[in-house]
């Protein structure tokens, strides 16, 4: 796909004058096309963001006594998020304090 260096709309390929070009249907903009063009680019991909705020997000987190199913440590800290709709109740989300495995609780 190209794009208009003057208005930034999709560039097409016209054939109207009998010889190819890339014409913009929004300005007067031509490109004509004399030899073969390709153009690859790699797209990055996006990092996955963690939903809930990452490790900043439990530095600020309150703790309770809970046993964690990986470790059987006796604390964790814990976060209440609301993630359905309003008349369901919070789902709280822990994590253990000494070996960081989380769960939910609903």
């Not at 054939?15 to 153009?39: L, R, V």
Request: hydrophobic fraction near 30%; include cysteine.
């Amino acid at each position: 796909m190209l794009f208009c260096p003057t208005c930034a709309n999709l560039l097409v390929i016209s054939s109207e004058t009998g010889y190819n070009k890339w014409a913009c249907n929004s300005c007067p903009y031509e490109f004509p096309i004399s030899k073969q063009m390709t153009s690859r680019t790699r797209m990055k991909r996006k990092e996955v963001d963690d939903v809930l705020g990452g490790e900043e997000m439990w530095k600020h987190a309150d703790m309770t006594s809970a046993s964690c199913d990986k470790c059987n440590h006796g604390h964790a800290y814990f976060l209440q998020l609301q993630i359905r709709s309003a008349d369901e109740p919070m789902t709280t989300c822990e994590h253990c304090e000494s070996c960081g495995y989380r769960w939910t609780e609903n």
